[in-house]
């Protein structure tokens, strides 16, 4: 089994990360090189910026999928989204207008870095309420957090995901992420890994150096389930059912 990367900025043209299907291309063949086996595509929703929507998103999956496989790059593509919060997300998601992911109830939501933390809690229990799993984005770019960690813990036990960067395991993005989300790998609270890739240099699709990292130092339980098994079993499974 590959690693799943379940926050990539690889669809062309909709967002900051890829510009166009060159670019897309050769971030997917650097992706296959480290591993990485499957790929959410979760272009920036934000209000008045990046406005992805599903039908939009579905129809750039398809196209790059297709040119994928022309190139012979063994990657499979899944639609989402990356949501920054605001007040009608909830009816938005529930008239279809935005991606889940994998159309799962499971939804990568990002906020502000200097949000307060009653706001992330507050939200999250909203979209709990109305049936959605969120899936807390790079955990570790959020001040709230930083300043606590046991927040992360408490976010988790309300039923939310959390998701941290490949590149913050590393030492990618300072020693602070890096000590922060090894802080939160060794009490096991990570659920998933994403590359949040956006190009070819500096937020690239490198996941080895960090997949090298968990196999030494956690068990091999944990670095295989927020490496793939944790996705696989609860974001790509049973697709018939999906939208």
């Given at each position: 089994?590959?690693?799943?990367?379940?926050h990539s900025h690889i669809l062309p043209g909709m967002d900051d990360g890829a510009q166009d299907l060159e670019q897309a291309l050769q971030m997917?063949?650097?992706?296959?090189?480290?591993?990485?086996?499957?790929m959410i595509a979760t272009p920036h929703y934000k209000q008045g910026k990046y406005r992805a929507a599903k039908h939009?998103?579905?129809e750039r999956i398809r196209l790059l999928q297709e040119a994928a496989r022309e190139q012979g790059i063994p990657i499979r593509i899944y639609p989402g989204t990356e949501i920054l919060y605001h007040g009608e997300l909830e009816e938005k998601l529930d008239r279809g207008e935005l991606?889940?992911?994998?159309?799962?109830?499971?939804?990568?939501?990002?906020?502000?870095?200097?949000e307060e933390f009653?706001?992330?809690?507050?939200?999250?229990?909203?979209?709990?309420?109305?049936?959605y799993r969120p899936v807390l984005a790079?955990?570790?770019?959020?001040?709230?957090?930083l300043k606590d960690a046991d927040r992360v813990r408490e976010i988790k036990d309300m039923g939310c995901r959390i998701q941290v960067n490949a590149g913050s395991v590393t030492g990618q993005f300072g020693g602070s992420a890096k000590r922060f989300v090894r802080k939160l790998i060794q009490e096991q609270i990570v659920d998933y890994l994403g590359t949040d890739t956006h190009d070819l240099k500096k937020r690239n699709p490198a996941m080895k150096?960090?997949?090298?990292?968990?196999?030494?130092?956690?068990?091999?339980?944990?670095?295989d389930a927020i490496l793939f098994e944790n996705a696989m079993s609860e974001l790509l499974t049973d697709l018939s059912r999906r939208p």
């Open positions: 089994m590959g690693f799943v990367d379940i997917l063949e650097w992706a296959s090189r480290e591993g990485t086996s499957h939009s998103v579905l991606c889940t992911l994998n159309g799962s109830e499971y939804a990568l939501i990002e906020f502000l870095p200097l009653y706001y992330i809690r507050n939200a999250a229990d909203q979209l709990l309420g109305m049936g790079h955990v570790e770019r959020y001040r709230c957090f150096a960090c997949a090298e990292y968990l196999y030494q130092k956690c068990s091999r339980w944990y670095a």
